[in-house]
């Protein structure tokens, strides 16, 4: 890992320094006031929040796979954590990260990061914007200032706390709330290069502390003072039990995190022209989230934001990363003492505009106007995050839009009945010849087109089968256009070719694409059709499939494929194949 880091680092100046050290700072001073909010939120100590920042900040920077990434706590993690320390406790949820960061070491090592492009877009942007609407009720009791408060693990219940003490209300925290807010979207606009959430703090702090002092809740009153201490190591007691009682949590922690590192390092390497290892990014996210909890920090990962704002700033390499962490840590060592009177409601404004922004609207609206597959697979997954949890909202996200795609892709399938087209020089084979009054009782042959898959293998046989009923001697499948078969196709390609030479008939494949060869030859499909019987081209096929026909069937035609049938074969009658060669 070192060698890796050192090798993100070739060519690297004092001037390169420089940039890394002011965009290091900036994204610290923002992430000061975000790991904060985002701690309380989850239902723990701000402290446990800036330590996350600055110990997962510089190990996920030196380990990670991204040289632009910005570790630390963030707002997806918020209803998952909270979840966990309502049920388990703050000590179980150090368990929790702890297994997570083993998970995520072992998703890389096993090369598991380039699974991200599989989780369709709709699911992430629905569990999304579902967190989002989490965070943002979860700050409407600060911002009111409401008292007697009791947080819940689901929705339902948080918004009956809600309406249950509204008549709790402060005003004067509603006061320092909308102060806190106005400033927080007023300062991009006017001060470009200071961050609003900073500003928002801090100047609504200092007119909470001068003119309403006593009058709102503190951090020191309602967590008690922010110790200016370097935070201690300590290692959670770790029994079986634990691990059996927190495995699934754990799981939640890895996969979400997991998801949001990697997206996180997409968005880099979009902004930068570079390319991220997305293994390495997730060993290093494995990494940082073993070492956090022996330290009293939270489950980290990937933080877009703050990311994209390091590259806006000049970013060069990982060591901006590494001088954030560091630079949240002095702090916390220096003004300490001051932070701990913020108001609550002078960082609820900061969550909700962090939740808005995380929520991606348009995106949201565009997906769900399009009333697509996509949109249910987008709303379900929204709903279920909202109402039940993000595991249930993912899982089900998934198998919805796994079954929305296997039915698309089912309906991609065509398999056509084709007979050569007389009406051509060519005599290519054409779908369109083949109907009631001209069709060939000996031979029948099928073009099949798109991927032999469990969506899709049942209608393949009962198109085929259904349509044999009148027993042809040969059948010949134009397979040129089978990308992949899986397992069931497999199963159900078997059951077409043993019915049919159960029957004495003969299967003739033409046109087979080398990997799909290869298929068939492991599975044993190839050995019991027989290699003779597989053709590169048509042609070769219905020269081979003339030395079965019966001649008593067929009266009438002198040239195969280029004599027009006029009916199905009857003694007497014209007939459909001759049986001179092709």
Not at 21 to 47: R, T
Request: proline residues 5%; hydrophobic residues 45%; aromatic residues 8%.
């Amino acid at each position: 890992m070192k060698s890796q880091f050192t090798g993100r680092l070739e060519g690297y100046s004092v001037g390169l320094f420089k940039k890394d050290l002011l965009s290091g700072i900036i994204v610290g001073i923002v992430a000061i006031p975000l790991a904060m909010s985002f701690a309380i939120a989850s239902g723990v100590k701000p402290e446990y929040g800036i330590y996350t920042a600055c110990i997962a900040g510089i190990l996920i920077s030196v380990f990670g796979g991204s040289k632009y990434q910005i570790g630390g706590p963030t707002g997806a993690f918020v209803p998952i954590l909270l979840g966990i320390v309502l049920t388990y406790g703050y000590e179980n949820l150090l368990i929790a990260g702890l297994m997570a960061g083993i998970m995520l070491c072992l998703m890389g090592i096993f090369k598991l990061g380039t699974l991200i492009k599989f989780i369709p877009r709709p699911v992430t942007i629905g569990f999304t914007a579902g967190i989002a609407v989490i965070i943002f009720t979860g700050q409407i009791a600060n911002f009111l200032g409401l008292t007697g408060i009791k947080r819940h693990e689901y929705f339902i219940a948080n918004i009956k706390e809600l309406v249950m003490h509204v008549g709790t209300t402060n005003y004067y925290s509603i006061l320092i709330a909308i102060i806190s807010l106005v400033i927080i979207l007023a300062t991009p606009k006017i001060l470009p290069k200071v961050p609003g959430a900073l500003a928002g703090i801090v100047i609504s702090t200092l007119i909470a502390t001068l003119f309403f002092s006593g009058q709102v809740a503190t951090i020191a009153t309602a967590y008690g003072e922010i110790p200016n201490t370097l935070p201690k190591f300590s290692i959670p007691e770790i029994t079986f039990e634990r691990i059996q009682l927190l495995i699934g949590p754990a799981f939640v922690i890895a996969m979400l995190g997991g998801i949001e590192s990697l997206l996180s390092a997409v968005v880099a390497d979009g902004m930068t022209n570079s390319k991220h290892n997305s293994n390495r990014e997730l060993v290093g996210q494995g990494i940082a989230n073993i070492v956090t909890p022996l330290f009293g920090g939270i489950p980290a990962t990937g933080a877009i934001a703050r990311t994209a704002t390091n590259i806006k700033t000049g970013a060069a390499s990982p060591v901006s990363g590494i001088i954030h962490g560091v630079f949240v840590l002095v702090t916390l060592l220096l003004l300490a003492p001051y932070a701990s009177h913020i108001p609550l409601a002078s960082m609820a404004p900061v969550l909700m505009v962090v939740a808005w922004n995380m929520s991606e609207q348009r995106h949201f609206a565009h997906i769900v106007k399009l009333k697509s597959g996509d949109s249910l697979v987008l709303l379900i997954t929204f709903l279920l995050t909202v109402f039940t949890s993000l595991t249930l909202a993912v899982e089900v996200g998934l198998v919805l839009a796994v079954v929305l795609f296997a039915k698309r892709m089912s309906e991609k399938l065509v398999v056509s009945k084709v007979l050569p087209d007389h009406s051509k020089s060519s005599g290519k084979v054409q779908p369109n010849v083949v109907n009631q009054k001209h069709d060939c009782p000996q031979v029948s042959i099928y073009t099949i087109e798109g991927p032999l898959f469990f969506g899709a293998a049942q209608t393949f046989e009962q198109t085929i089968l259904n349509s044999l009923h009148y027993h042809p001697k040969v059948l010949i499948l134009r397979m040129s256009k089978v990308p992949f078969m899986d397992s069931t196709g497999e199963s159900y390609f078997s059951n077409i070719v043993e019915s049919f030479t159960n029957r004495g008939g003969t299967v003739l494949i033409t046109g087979v694409q080398a990997e799909l060869k290869e298929a068939l030859r492991r599975n044993g499909l190839y050995e019991k059709i027989g290699e003779e019987n597989f053709y590169p081209h048509t042609g070769d096929a219905i020269n081979k499939a003339l030395s079965y026909l019966d001649e008593t069937q067929c009266v009438g035609c002198k040239h195969f494929a280029f004599r027009e049938c006029t009916e199905l074969s009857k003694p007497g009658k014209p007939g459909c194949l001759a049986h001179e060669k092709f």
